[in-house]
């Protein structure tokens, strides 16, 4: 494969950073006078050093340092400092699995060897098996599915291999068993990765985390002295998502699957088992106080409970709880009731029994609340294991699904007898109304199931669509019936019906993952009872601060500002110590690290400082200044609170003097970049800690957010399994810098996955070598005089091309301002681009370009994309203009006003054109059907036009209309208004006033759009330019494109030959209106020696 061109892209990118390094061009200080020049200090979420940046990292950091750069390039004070997060379980899990893999299977270790052969014929066969038990399978029977997670696995993945995968010498993994040394190898690769990608980043100014760093350590454990000093951290006893196999709560950065998930809180209903029915698989619980333990939300329906539900195939189990009671659920939901204090050993499940769901069907229990005194356990086939106990309450007065699977029982005999159901268990038992609902009565369920005309608990969709029509308004609408709150609203007294059951020993609180998490450790999650520190997110006159802050703040996308909106109103207590990992030690209580969400919040600040402490050493080694332990929390006061230090401090002063002018310049950050999966923890959470810390100081609470989704490559999901995957090294040398760059910008605006294409980035390396070699040529040739002579009388080609470059530098400034950077790269870009291809058609070639125009298009081309291809840019700078100093910083392009009417002519020339070509082609062709004698051959060599002056009959009415309309602030009311309005008018009147209608929207939409550009001159019965002069000036041109020898141009008010000519053909001139002449091809037949052929 030929590389030459990405070759030359990859010589010019080397010496533009060498240039950049060399002048020290990205390294910023704070002025030292006090002044205040226009700022920006933008941040990127410091990436995790467990491996290689990817391609996906460098999506949501280019929107950062698109927006560094343009900032940079239009003359503000640029802050784009980055550095590298440590903290947490993620690299102490994999180093342990690195350990006990060389200490199981050798060094280098050998893994077991799987024929994947037979395991794969072995599969095949266990498909068609289930392919033919499908087929004959009992549609009442449950059938466990395997989750999408483990269809997915395969063979083990190792730690080693994963290693290997990411690009690490087999020599080079055993080191890795030490968790300090991912520290040490990953960070410096990622700078180098991060620089080679030509990111304009202060690099003085990196970190990392944790007591690696004694620097950063001694900033976090100021952070929550200072938290915990106002108050902002307690210790308690709360449940949180919690890992049995580390011993401690396992934050979303902790988890390998489960990201945002958090405790779901259930009542558990203990229904006591009559001693009777502790016989057969039962009778070792004989004399024990039994219950059946289901899982519940809804307490206040359980008035109405006439059975209970288990799964026939389920898996139970028998398990003591700490006061004797033996509760029967499933393994999993043991396993979590151990860790919430109900075990007699914390974390130990006492397992007395197993057995199977039949084992209980036909139970008789007493349950708590339940109207009636004695129901049964009954089979339902639907049952989910993976959610709640297993066991499930029965209310069929409220719940879909229950009334059809009680009526599925009693309506079919043989269901019954398949299980063993006696019919006294089912017969007997009918609705008990709870809850009155106006919208349905006093038993929702049958009401809405007879509404669907739901037949049988296997109708799954219709039963969800019910569920969704009667449990949010059975809490909202709802009035109990039943009970000591009969007659009271549901939504008062549910909490209160919760109480009374717990309080009466019915009911423990029982909770559990909302959905299934898994830990980078391999484990299984839990929701633990904890005692440990918390941050107290959610405490009412924090967050109303950190909504006021929310709304100071740009965040891009309303999603985005919704999402925010969403998290700070459910958003709770948060855990932030951890017993395992890496980190920075809880300051009053060292058994406890600081988890790694919480130590992520408000590190923005130490940004503006860590060069005047680290010296440029991202570990923290080099001390210019002071060492760590000089870094007390009253220094860290005096910096970022601005507090006096005592009198007999030892702190210099000079150096605190600086460090105060660093945070003072650059703080609050001006924008932090990000993907929006962080919105609902670490973002959210910096919000937080900034409006705790400077409390009283807004002007440093953030000022911008800015979100995106995922990266996805060529279409598809990033994934290295599907080798659809790059680093970002591999891609800078695999397109340039420059070229990835291009495609990155190309690759999505919005809050929703972007979708990088392997295509884009590789025509662009074309793109850009094309262009160099046009630039050099154009320059060549102007300096030999080959251009038409600058300043020269503008053509109407000039005009239209000058104005295209203002419109293109006013377009792409809005839309770099907005960060709408693919709607930037279009109009500085593509467009532009564009423009000087359309102005050399219209000047017969480069040599009928005027030279002035065709050097400020460089110029301005150049600048308009430094922040999407700086390398490059530089290089047409520095080496081809031969410019001083570096182009990012040469000032972002200044133009005229763009003119509407320039451009309005040039775009209906443009379109003109286009249909001339089309209407010459259609009046030259032969016919489509050939007659038996082929007629001669057509010629077009003349096209007349029919200019009409102005807009008249109903298109003047509704002109008059919308410029009526057209607000001071350039809007229009709603297009139904607008249409009123026309019915309103004379108008509606006419005969054909139907018809009318029909082309007024399209006229008064077409209308809108262009008074949106060009402003009230648009609404007027003329056009904003004059059409005919536009034809006769372009005459020659519209000729020579089109192929013809001559066009002419009338008006189409006025009598000639022309137009009699024109309409004796069936041009209908009178029909043409301002922007659409009525158009006459002049068509000969050919012939040979005066002969017509």
Request: with cysteine.
């Amino acid at each position: 494969m030929a590389t030459a061109r990405r070759d030359l892209l990859l010589d010019i990118q080397a010496k533009s950073q060498k240039k950049w390094a060399d002048e020290k061009i990205f390294e910023v200080s704070a002025p030292r006078d006090g002044s205040k020049p226009p700022k920006f200090f933008g941040n990127f979420p410091y990436p995790y050093m467990n491996g290689m940046l990817h391609l996906g990292h460098a999506f949501s950091l280019s929107k950062l340092e698109f927006a560094s750069a343009y900032h940079r390039l239009k003359g503000d004070e640029v802050l784009f400092p980055f550095a590298f997060h440590c903290t947490g379980m993620p690299i102490k899990a994999s180093a342990d699995k690195i350990k006990n893999e060389i200490a199981k299977y050798g060094n280098p270790p050998v893994f077991p060897v799987i024929d994947e052969a037979a395991e794969a014929e072995a599969a095949a066969q266990k498909a068609a098996e289930a392919a033919e038990a499908a087929k004959n399978a009992d549609p009442t029977k449950f059938a466990a599915k395997k989750s999408k997670a483990v269809a997915k696995a395969g063979t083990a993945t190792y730690q080693w291999d994963i290693m290997k995968s990411s690009g690490v010498p087999e020599s080079e993994i055993p080191p890795f068993a030490d968790p300090y040394h991912w520290l040490d190898y990953f960070p410096p690769l990622a700078k180098r990765d991060v620089a080679a990608m030509g990111c304009q980043v202060d690099w003085r100014r990196s970190f990392i985390t944790t007591d690696h760093n004694p620097f950063y350590d001694a900033f976090v454990r100021w952070q929550f002295n200072t938290l915990k000093k106002i108050g902002k951290i307690i210790k308690a006893k709360r449940m949180a998502v919690y890992s049995p196999l580390d011993g401690q709560p396992c934050a979303d950065h902790d988890r390998a699957t489960g990201e945002g998930v958090g405790p779901q809180e259930y009542v558990l209903v203990k229904m006591r088992v009559y001693d009777e029915c502790l016989v057969g698989e039962l009778s070792p619980l004989a004399g024990r106080d039994v219950f059946l333990a289901a899982a519940t939300l809804r307490p206040e329906t359980m008035y109405g409970q006439t059975n209970c539900w288990a799964l026939p195939d389920g898996d139970y189990g028998a398990f003591e709880m700490a006061n004797g009671d033996v509760m029967v659920m499933c393994d999993r939901a043991a396993r979590n009731l151990a860790f919430q204090e109900h075990t007699k050993e914390p974390g130990v499940v006492d397992k007395l029994l197993g057995f199977k769901g039949t084992a209980l069907i036909g139970c008789a229990v007493k349950s708590p609340l339940a109207v009636l005194e004695r129901i049964y356990c009954l089979p339902m086939m639907t049952i989910l294991m993976n959610k709640g106990t297993g066991v499930v309450t029965s209310v069929p007065s409220d719940s879909p699904m229950d009334f059809m699977a009680l009526s599925d029982l009693k309506a079919k005999p043989a269901l019954r007898e398949k299980f063993g159901v006696k019919d006294e268990w089912v017969m007997p038992f009918e609705v008990v109304p709870c809850v009155h609902i106006p919208e349905f009565g006093d038993a929702c369920a049958p009401i809405v199931c007879e509404q669907l005309k739901i037949k049988s608990q296997n109708e799954k969709v219709k039963l969800e669509e019910a569920k969704g029509k009667t449990y949010l308004k059975g809490f909202t609408d709802g009035i109990m019936l039943l009970g000591a709150h009969k007659g009271e609203p549901v939504k008062l007294v549910k909490q209160k019906i919760r109480d009374i059951m717990i309080a009466d020993g019915g009911a423990i609180v029982y909770s559990e993952p909302e959905k299934q998490v898994m830990s980078r450790s391999g484990d299984e999650c839990v929701v633990a009872l904890t005692d440990q520190w918390y941050l107290e997110y959610g405490e009412d006159a924090w967050r109303e601060r950190s909504e006021k802050c929310l709304e100071g703040m740009v965040t891009y996308h309303d999603e985005a500002r919704k999402a925010f909106q969403h998290t700070l109103g459910w958003l709770r207590q948060w855990a932030c110590s951890r017993a395992f990992g890496l980190g920075t030690r809880m300051p009053w209580d060292p058994q406890y690290l600081i988890e790694s969400l919480s130590d992520s919040t408000i590190y923005m600040a130490y940004y503006t400082v860590a060069h005047l402490l680290q010296g440029g050493d991202m570990y923290g080694k080099s001390r210019p200044s002071v060492d760590p332990e000089a870094m007390t929390d009253d220094v860290w006061d005096a910096v970022f609170l601005g507090t006096q230090l005592n009198a007999d401090s030892k702190f210099p002063e000079d150096l605190l003097d600086e460090m105060r002018a660093e945070f003072n310049f650059w703080y609050p950050f001006d924008l932090r970049v990000s993907g929006k999966d962080l919105i609902q923890n670490h973002l959210t959470f910096a919000i937080y800690n900034h409006t705790a810390i400077w409390e009283g100081d807004e002007s440093k609470w953030p000022r911008g957010f800015r979100t995106n989704g995922h990266l996805l490559l060529n279409g598809e999901k990033m994934s290295k399994s599907t080798g659809n995957f790059k680093t970002l090294k591999t891609a800078i040398e695999e397109y340039s810098a420059d070229a990835m760059r291009f495609a990155l910008a190309d690759a999505g605006d919005g809050i929703e996955d972007a979708n990088f294409v392997h295509d884009t980035a590789n025509a662009a390396i074309l793109r850009f070598t094309k262009e160099l070699e046009w630039i050099e040529s154009i320059r060549e040739a102007s300096a030999q005089g080959k251009l038409r002579a600058a300043h020269s009388p503008a053509t109407f080609a000039d005009k239209v091309f000058a104005n295209a470059i203002d419109t293109a530098i006013a377009l792409t400034k809005d839309h770099y301002e907005n960060m709408m950077f693919r709607e930037a790269l279009k109009s500085g870009y593509y467009d532009l681009q564009s423009a000087r291809d359309a102005y050399r058609v219209q000047c017969d070639g480069d040599a009928g370009m005027r030279a002035d125009l065709a050097a400020r298009f460089i110029e301005v081309s150049t600048l308009l994309v430094v922040p999407f291809t700086p390398h490059t840019c530089e290089h047409v700078w520095g080496a081809i203009l031969g410019r001083e100093g570096s182009v990012t910083k040469a000032g972002f392009p200044a133009g005229n006003p763009p003119d509407a009417s320039v451009a309005a002519a040039g775009k209906y020339l443009d379109d003109l054109v286009k249909t001339v070509r089309g209407g010459v082609a259609k009046a030259t062709a032969p016919p489509k059907k050939k007659p038996a004698v082929p007629p001669p051959p057509k010629v077009c060599d003349r096209v007349d036009f029919f200019v009409a002056e102005k807009f008249g009959g109903w298109q003047e009415v509704c002109l008059g209309i919308l410029a009526d309309a057209f607000g001071a602030d350039g809007t229009f009311p709603p297009v139904s208004d607008i249409l009123e309005k026309v019915k309103a008018s004379p108008l509606a009147a006419e005969a054909d006033f139907k018809n009318v209608m029909k082309m007024v929207m399209p006229f008064v939409k077409f209308k809108m759009n262009e008074a949106a550009v060009a402003g009230r001159d648009a609404l007027g019965v003329r056009l904003i330019f004059d059409e005919a002069g536009a034809l006769r000036e372009n005459s020659e041109y519209v000729a020579r494109v089109c192929g013809l020898k001559e066009i002419g141009v009338f008006a189409a008010d006025a009598d000639s030959p022309e137009k009699a000519a024109a309409v004796k053909g069936g041009v209908k001139v009178d029909q043409a209106t301002p922007g659409s002449p009525g158009v006459n091809f002049v068509v000969t037949e050919l012939s040979v020696e005066g002969v017509t052929i």
